[in-house]
């Protein structure tokens, strides 16, 4: 499992004094309010910034990172993914797992393993699993508890399939 988890994206300015709109990759995100510093990254480089202030603003996060002190500044660090220690990143519910630690699982059908999740990616209605079939084929599985996939275990690397057909 990854130690550090992307836990939002830095979006665009917000005013004059280098503030930036934040969207956190969780409806959870009162884990911003507690963070005094996070590794800002993006393309293959990554810069640790401390953390002035965090606050809630007509219904979006803003955030004012030190050094950031300019709208030019703030634009600089557009499109950067926001990353912190898992132990401090947003607590999971009871069966949540973080998207993280989904690509490397291997599927299962039954009692046989029939591929692994290669990657993720944001669905209109749910997050869509890439998976690598044993046949060396790729396929979309919609990631939905219950429906298609069942029984996420991270600690064991697996989850369960439940609809075959998905896999050709």
Not at 71 to 99: H, M, N
């Amino acid at each position: 499992m990854k130690q550090v988890l992307a836990t939002g994206i830095v979006r665009s300015p917000h005013g004059v004094k280098g503030y930036v709109k934040v969207r956190p990759f969780s409806d959870d995100f009162e884990h911003f309010f507690s963070l005094k510093e996070v590794v800002l990254q993006r393309d293959g480089k990554s810069r640790k910034v401390e953390i002035e202030q965090v606050q809630s603003h007509a219904g979006e996060l803003l955030v004012k990172f030190r050094g950031i002190d300019s709208p030019e500044d703030a634009r600089f660090i557009s499109g950067w993914d926001i990353l912190v220690p898992r132990e401090q990143a947003s607590k999971l519910g009871e069966g949540e797992v973080y998207t993280a630690d989904l690509p490397g699982m291997k599927l299962v059908y039954g009692d046989e393993e029939v591929g692994e999740v290669v990657s993720t990616i944001e669905g209109a209605q749910a997050l869509l699993l890439e998976v690598l079939a044993l046949d060396g084929r790729k396929y979309m599985v919609p990631y939905m508890k219950g429906v298609f996939v069942d029984d996420v275990d991270p600690e064991e690397g697996t989850m369960t399939l439940l609809v075959r057909e998905l896999l050709g």
